[in-house]
């Protein structure tokens, strides 16, 4: 688990829509988990061929605020929790939450494309907050490359200190690395959505870009 090196001082409950989406996140995953038929309301999720014959379009949105079982959101919200409060202090609330939208959107439609190339794919539907979490880490990589973050060691006994920017940006590489494997063999990098979360970091990464080239470096001198 990786976790902030040095305290921002920014309080991640008075981010108001962190806060409201880490909820929903939640309660979703409860709901998924009283299901009667057992199958976590799998009819919400995503699947591409449904998508491309243009039905079940509400599952673009319904999606990303689903998980698969008790890991996959525990990890999806850990990192969450790390980053989203900076991104939502530097970013303002409206802008926030259209990036987080935004990426979610665009990771679940890169991810469809992507089953193009292997179309019993199109069948299988997808879901979880991954793709908006890599819009927000692009958002952090682009805004907070500098602060510091406790990583796991390559043998896994101990933590080190990286800064943000080389953690992040590593963890990219090596998920569009499996996103791109995939492409030639379907089965070799497991069941995870690797192109979802590429396209939230392209996505997520282009509106801080925009965001920083507007504002320069106004947006660390708020106050917490």
Same mark, same amino acid.
């Given at each position: 688990?990786?976790?902030?090196?040095?305290?921002?001082?920014?309080?991640f409950?008075? *981010?108001?829509?962190?806060?409201?989406?880490?909820?929903? $996140?939640?309660?979703?995953?409860?709901? *998924?988990?009283?299901?009667?038929?057992? *199958?976590?309301?799998?009819?919400?999720?995503?699947? /591409?061929?449904? #998508?491309?014959?243009?039905? $079940?379009?509400?599952?673009?949105?319904?999606?990303?605020?689903?998980?698969?079982?008790?890991?996959?959101?525990?990890? $999806?919200?850990?990192?969450?929790?790390?980053?989203?409060?900076?991104?939502?202090?530097?970013?303002g609330?409206v802008?926030?939450?259209?990036?987080?939208?935004?990426?979610? #959107?665009?990771?679940? !439609?890169?991810?469809?494309?992507?089953? @193009?190339?292997?179309?019993? @794919?199109?069948?299988? /539907?997808?879901?979880?907050?991954s793709?908006a979490i890599?819009?927000?880490?692009?958002?952090? !990589?682009?805004?907070?490359?500098?602060?510091?973050?406790?990583? /796991?060691?390559?043998?896994g006994?101990?933590?080190?200190?990286?800064?943000?920017?080389?953690?992040? @940006?590593?963890?990219?590489?090596?998920?569009?690395?499996?996103?791109?494997?995939?492409?030639?063999? /379907?089965?070799?990098?497991?069941?995870?959505?690797? #192109?979802?979360?590429?396209?939230?970091?392209?996505?997520?990464?282009?509106?801080?870009?925009v #965001?920083?080239?507007?504002?320069?470096?106004?947006?660390?001198?708020?106050?917490?």
């Open positions: 688990m990786v976790y902030e090196a040095e305290s921002d001082k920014i309080p409950f008075k *981010q108001y829509a962190s806060v409201a989406i880490l909820v929903v $996140n939640i309660i979703v995953f409860i709901w *998924q988990l009283l299901d009667p038929a057992g *199958q976590i309301h799998i009819e919400y999720a995503f699947v /591409p061929a449904d #998508f491309f014959a243009g039905r $079940n379009l509400i599952t673009l949105l319904t999606s990303i605020f689903m998980h698969g079982d008790i890991v996959h959101i525990i990890m $999806n919200m850990w990192f969450f929790i790390i980053i989203t409060d900076n991104c939502e202090h530097a970013m609330h802008l926030y939450i259209i990036t987080y939208f935004v990426s979610g #959107f665009f990771g679940t !439609l890169l991810h469809a494309l992507s089953t @193009l190339i292997w179309p019993f @794919l199109t069948t299988i /539907p997808s879901l979880g907050a793709g890599f819009g927000l880490m692009g958002v952090y !990589l682009i805004l907070y490359p500098g602060n510091k973050f406790y990583s /796991p060691s390559a043998t006994t101990s933590m080190r200190k990286v800064s943000a920017g080389y953690f992040i @940006l590593t963890y990219f590489i090596a998920e569009l690395s499996y996103a791109i494997y995939s492409l030639l063999d /379907p089965f070799a990098v497991g069941s995870t959505a690797h #192109f979802a979360h590429v396209g939230g970091f392209i996505a997520g990464a282009i509106i801080a870009g #965001f920083k080239g507007v504002k320069g470096t106004s947006y660390k001198k708020k106050k917490p």
